[in-house]
């Protein structure tokens, strides 16, 4: 219980001045082996872990937490990456939940719990068969054979459910639908993913399988990003969907290409893109995809995942491709990097408060010097945050600066690329664009102009 109260502490901390009220879990874990009970919140169609707590005497356990939003939350004993073991909840400010986790589902107790997951159990108890043949099918033995027949059995039975179980809450009572197509189509297209003794061909699929379409789930990223496996969801509707349309699977551009058909929204179709990116293994391959499409990528959690995985593939060596940056001057012209082929580089990356990086000014001006009428370009790249870049163009001109002055706005993709760690920072590159050294020697080392007149010679 020791992660659940700081949970509780932090958060009062952080926003008792809204007068947000807490919601409060209590529960008994009942299964012949007793393990930790996860809390999870969704996280752009991603489950992702807030606090655990281990049962106590009589598998007693509890969370107390403020929800950093109003919608669907996870508990259970699994893991993060699979629903099996694991329930979905409806929490606002101020709820509260009563609930006995069994061996293969869970029972509500009390007189305290919401309305909305009052509603949620009882949906919960009418498509149980297909969650424990679909997802708990290391419990449950099952095939098609006997799957289908309750899946057609219980999408019917399920039309109208929603109709007249008005929560009192309209946000919950708007979405309500969509969880309930959500998890038919999770059932679905889990059990065709999953292993079995048997499989069923294309056309012995049953008729709700016609129903279920990518693109109904897809037009904004509402029915994905709201639900705990939205991601795992989308991902095995469109591979029901390639399969009916008999598109063989591929992997890299192609594979991307053929995902695009079945996504008509622009988010979605970056989390593809990154999706297939994070399944390479090199960076050529990576670039290519990210060439095409790497317009996409546009939010901030989709910046940050792909600089991940571009900096676990970019284990960078002499002769690989530089980064292709593409930065303003001080006159707002953007310059690439592929813009100087045909030119041997040296990258001087600096800020204006780095006092090493000032102490290195003068040197790099003799240099410059030194070298005027040779093939070399000296480039200084300011990681200098955007708030600062008055004061980098002001600097600029009061110490006429010389070479290509570039402004990145901070430590981003040039500094997740090149592990830059420090700065000053000074690299060097031939004249194809490819890396001489990610690390040379400073201006104020002898040994770099050395190395630069060896590089223009070749």
């Known amino acids: 219980m020791k992660k659940t109260l700081l ?3 932090s958060a009062l901390s952080g926003l008792a001045a809204f007068a947000q009220s807490p919601v409060e879990i209590k529960g008994s874990l009942e299964k012949e082996f007793l393990k930790p009970v996860k809390l999870f919140k969704v996280v752009e169609g991603n489950a992702v872990e807030i606090a655990t707590s281990t049962p106590q005497g009589e598998g007693r356990f509890g969370f107390i937490f403020y929800p950093q939003y109003e919608g669907l939350y996870a508990l259970g004993t699994g893991n993060s990456g699979s629903p099996n073991d694991n329930y979905k909840f409806y929490f606002k400010s101020g709820d509260k939940l009563s609930v006995r986790l069994l061996d293969s589902s869970y029972v509500l107790t009390g007189t305290e719990n919401s309305k909305e997951n009052q509603i949620l159990t009882q949906w919960h108890d009418l498509v149980f068969p297909l969650e424990q043949k679909a997802i708990n099918f290391m419990k449950v033995q099952s095939t098609f054979v006997d799957f ?7 999408t019917e039975k399920a039309k109208g459910f929603e109709q007249g179980k008005s929560s009192g809450n309209p946000t919950f009572d708007k979405h309500l639908k969509g969880y309930m197509n959500s ?5 679905a297209t889990n059990f065709l993913s999953t292993p079995r003794s048997a499989h069923p061909a294309t056309d012995e699929l049953s008729p709700f399988y016609e129903t279920i379409k990518a693109k109904d789930f897809a037009t904004t990223t509402q029915l994905v990003y709201e ?3 939205g991601r795992r969801l989308l991902s095995g509707i469109i591979m029901l969907n390639m399969k009916q349309e008999k598109i063989k699977y591929a992997q890299g551009i192609q594979g991307v290409k053929d995902q695009f058909g079945f996504l008509p929204n622009d988010t979605l179709k970056g989390d593809a893109v990154l999706d297939a990116v994070s399944r390479l293994k090199t960076f050529e391959a990576y670039k290519e995809i990210m060439d095409q499409y790497g317009s996409l990528i546009v939010t901030s959690s989709q910046k940050k995942r792909n600089m991940d995985i571009m900096s676990e593939l970019a284990q960078l060596k002499a002769g690989d ?7 303003p001057d001080p006159n707002g012209k953007t310059v690439k990097f592929e813009d100087l082929r045909g030119k041997v580089v040296l990258i001087d990356v600096w800020a204006t408060w780095c006092g090493p990086c000032k102490a290195e000014i003068p040197y790099l001006k003799k240099l410059e010097e030194e070298m005027k009428g040779t093939n070399l370009q000296i480039v200084s790249i300011s990681v200098d945050e955007a708030k600062d870049k008055a004061k980098w163009a ?7 600066l010389g070479g290509l002055q570039l402004f990145a706005s901070g430590w981003g993709d ?3 690329y090149y592990k830059i760690k420090g700065i000053p920072r000074f690299m060097i590159f031939d004249k194809e664009g490819k890396i001489v050294t990610t690390d040379s020697p400073r201006p104020s080392n002898p040994e770099l ?3 630069l007149n060896k590089i223009l010679q070749q």
Do not use: C, R, V
């Open 7 to 9: 949970i509780f502490i």
């Open 148 to 154: 289908f027949p309750d899946l057609e059995s219980i």
């Open 183 to 187: 998890d038919l189509a999770l059932y």
């Open 227 to 229: 639900n705990p496996w």
């Open 321 to 327: 491709a530089g980064l292709n940056f593409a930065y």
């Open 394 to 400: 002001k600097m600029i001109k009061d110490e006429n």
């Open 414 to 416: 040039l500094a997740q």
């Open 449 to 451: 102009k050395t190395l």
